[in-house]
């Protein structure tokens, strides 16, 4: 049997192998990355290191402790209209994406009611203002009508990435490069997990929703507003050359055959009646309107 052959490491064969060995090695894993890919591994990096930093600042990370659960779909009757739609409702209460969406609520619907306060009519008291306004300048006549329009399932069909894309612009639209510290791009990492990271179970299955968003997520509404804020631009552009405003409203109730938890409708009847002491003038105008709120509820059974 031969003996086996032994190179001394001092042998300058070896050496030659070990340094062409070291440079293909070097050239298979140690490459260096282009200018461009190196600056965009910068920032990812960094909005990595910002949003661990925002997570546990504001505590967003939810534990096992927090008996974190999926959440989980169920579907509310709209028996009052034909053929018994259903709407489509997530339970999120203890979604693991919960405490981001709740804290971007916090974080962004505030901006929003203060750039759009002109445009955008959030109670009954600030139509009353703005027609009052309307008036005083002399627009109001007899001709004047008064028109509205229903969008109808917005929630459920908002498209996740139009919808990430128009918030960082309406952010950038009103001179915002980071909101309380936080850069745009790092918002929307964090608002691209509350939308596509969610996660809901139905009939035994998990499923991902990969349309829209959760209803009960109350970054939901938040976005949807930006949303419409980015629709209505020529609608408001128009509006401001002609100084008119359309306001969009359905003076109606929830039926009582509807679905509805039963504290839904005590509800109803209490914020009614507390909505019609503020907004009369006297106390025949309140008489008037309990009236009115009677027959209505009387029509919805």
């Not at 591994?41 to 600042?57: G, L």
């Not at 991902?208 to 509404?221: K, N």
């Not at 055959?257 to 907004?279: K, M």
């Amino acid at each position: 049997m031969a003996k086996p052959y032994c190179i001394r490491m001092t042998n300058v064969s070896f050496k030659t192998y070990s340094e062409k060995l070291l440079n293909y090695v070097n050239h298979c894993y140690f490459i260096p990355l282009p200018y461009k890919n190196q600056i965009r591994a910068q920032e990812q990096a960094q909005i990595i290191a910002s949003i661990r930093e925002i997570i546990k600042k504001h505590k967003l990370i939810v534990h096992l402790a927090d008996k974190a659960e999926l959440s989980h779909l169920y579907f509310n009757p709209k028996t009052h209209k034909d053929d018994i739609p259903v709407r489509p409702i997530e339970n999120t209460i203890h979604s693991p994406t919960k405490n981001i969406s709740d804290f971007f609520d916090q974080l962004i619907r505030p901006i929003f009611d203060e750039k759009c306060s002109i445009t955008t009519i959030i109670s009954g008291t600030s139509l009353i203002n703005q027609l009052k306004t309307y008036i005083n300048k002399g627009l109001f006549k007899s001709s004047t009508l008064f028109c509205t329009f229903d969008i109808r399932n917005l929630y459920t069909m908002l498209p996740q990435d139009e919808a990430l894309k128009i918030l960082t612009e309406f952010l950038q639209h009103y001179g915002y490069t980071k909101v309380v510290k936080i850069y745009l791009n790092t918002i929307g990492e964090l608002a691209t997990i509350v939308l596509k990271e969610n996660v809901f179970a139905y009939g035994n299955k998990i499923y991902q929703q990969i349309l829209a968003s959760a209803m009960s997520s109350s970054f939901t509404l938040t976005l949807a507003n930006i949303l419409m804020w980015n629709w209505q631009q020529k609608l408001v552009d128009q509006q401001e050359k002609t100084g008119e405003f359309l306001v969009a409203t359905e003076p109606s109730f929830i039926p009582f055959t509807s679905d509805h938890p039963q504290h839904v409708f005590g509800n109803i009847i209490q914020s009614s009646l507390a909505r019609a002491v503020r907004y009369s003038s006297t106390f025949e105008a309140f008489q008037n309107e309990q009236r009115y709120i009677e027959f209505m509820l009387l029509y919805n059974g």
